[in-house]
């Protein structure tokens, strides 16, 4: 039996007046309560099966995710903000079918599997607790004694299992956040101990000189044959500078404070002028979704707490949400642009995931002040080229046209998993058509198969590149970890050199011939792509350049070595010295999983006796 609004222990006292909200409150108000009701249409009611009743169904995964229950959260605040019904019995639903999730040492697991992984507890663990402290008055005085008993199990685990060796760095520093609140909630004085201890390691994992955060991936400080260590932009900004700044506020640690908002200016500087956050070389690629990362929560807490330090953080956090509006297919958040187009649907994992912070922005509206998106984010505003040293990642603007350039050599879940590397053009950008260019994995492995969805057809990566084949075997400057890039500014003209090989995935040059260049000039005007290789022979040399370009765009192609795409509102227009061809031109546009693209393949092929293509790229 459901419990009626009306007969809660304590009254109903949150509902929202809509006219006295902020505008960014307005617009995550508005696409939470879409979530919600998408979210609550999934939810299966089955009586008969204990296992499946009140979960949330996943159609894109044909499948339950066990972490679903961090729904509760967002459903108890619009309980409490709308008053209306349905959302306190879709989380009573949920809570009661957590069970199944349960480990016997207070834990959750990933999947309903009891074997399956269980440090996602933490997480878990914050969602009911934010839900329990701001809204644990709708539920009965029996139910809420139930529910905190059962958190109190979770953050015991947290606290007996978890030390600052814990599997990657993002469960031990949300832990951190987790311990502190909890320890509160429950006046538990070992948790608050825990957690500052574990703060006093922060500075140890911020790289030098920009202060990114390190340790995604396990061992958490391995350096790579470069001297890199594993970073991943989309975990750090949507997970792990959460849980730190909310930490760092909460107790007041001004010096903290200070460090983050450092580390803050550096990551933001990946956000592109769409809100998107380019995750085109992190350790952990496989997940990312343009808007971040597949299974992480939203960069929405961390930058609106902090946007009274520096108001670009609040233009990230509105920028950041508009995308996810964007992005957001018959009531949830898909994982890229064009879901819709491809007729690929968004797996539920996103959407309550990224319901929990919202959710959280919502709770602490009184502590976040200035979120608008009137101060210019960086790359919106620099002309020039910035070279992050501890990644070997190189960002370019130019007029209207943003560039990523990565020759990081991190490679997560070794030997194969293979982000945009090598010295690729892993991003271009224009600002009237967005994304030209992003980067994919090398090859799209399930590296997380419950995490991950299936490729909906062809494996193609998006990455642009240089390629060979021989008896079948793929030959690419993106498996080149050796890769060496030169760059400079001149004459208004950005100027990127690269050396590199053509080598396989297992990192081994190909027969003949393997050494090629490539050129990237960046101009008000154009973007132009040049490839010399030092062999005029005909070996099937061929630069590939997956053009994003979502289904039902024009494409027209005048001459053999001239092809527009008629966007909305310009047509980027491409030029060579070579014929252009379009890969198996067809079937319908080719789309990949990461970041959530489709693209139209473009092929230019060195012919016998020529050694240089010439490639430029203009939006009109």
Known sequence: MMLPLNACNGKHSKMKNFNNMTAFEKQSFNLLKIWCDAMIRDQVYDKSNSVIHGALYCHACDDIHGRCNDAIYPFMYMAD?????????????LMEWSKNVDGPNGSWTNDINPKSWNGITVFGAIALGEALHHHGHLLSKEMKEKWDARLKASIEFVYERFDM??????????????????????DEEKYIKKSKEFATLIPQYLTEPNKLIFGEDKPDNDKSAKGF???????????????????????????????????MNSHLEFMLPD??????????????????????????????????????????????TELLERCTVNGLLAGGLHYKSHGVKPCIHHTFSHAKNLAFVLD???????????????????????????????????GPWRATVSSYDQVWKKPYSVAGTGGALNVLWHEKVGPVFTASMAEYLLVEPNNQQEQPGEDFCLTPRIERFVDNVWYTNIYDLKAKVDVFDKDNVIHFRVNTNLKNRDKKNVSSYSSLKLNYLIDAKAATIKASRIT?????DTLVLPLISQTGEKVVQSSEKTLEIHKKGAV?????????????????????????????????????????????????
């Open 572 to 620: 980027v227009k491409v030029v060579s010295n070579v014929p252009i061809k379009i890969k198996d031109m067809e079937k319908e546009r080719i789309f990949n999983q990461v970041p959530g693209m489709e693209v139209l393949p473009l092929l230019l092929m060195f012919s016998k006796g020529s050694t240089e293509i010439t490639c430029s790229i203009k939006v009109d």
């Open 275 to 320: 809100g998107a956050w380019d995750n085109s070389w992190g350790t952990r690629q496989n997940k990312w979704t343009y808007w971040g990362s597949r299974t992480t929560d939203g960069c929405q807490p961390a930058f609106s707490l902090m946007a009274d330090r520096n108001p670009a953080f609040g233009t990230a956090a509105v920028l950041s």
């Open 81 to 93: 903000a709308t008053g209306e019904q349905k959302y306190l019995d879709a989380a009573i639903k």
């Open 536 to 540: 005029g022979e005909e070996n099937g």
């Open 364 to 398: 602490n509206a009184t502590e976040i002040k200035s979120v608008d998106k009137e101060k210019p984010l960086p790359r919106k505003m620099k002309n020039g080229v910035k070279h992050f040293s501890e990644l070997d990642v190189w960002l370019a603007a130019k």
């Open 229 to 263: 260590y594993p970073i991943d932009l989309g975990y750090n900004v949507e997970e792990t500078l959460n849980g730190l700044v909310q930490y760092a506020v909460l107790v007041k640690d001004e010096e903290l404070l200070r460090l983050l908002t450092e580390s």
């Open 165 to 186: 060796h814990f599997s990657h760095i993002n469960y031990r520093f949300t832990a951190i956040y987790a311990l502190y609140f909890l320890g509160k909630y429950f």
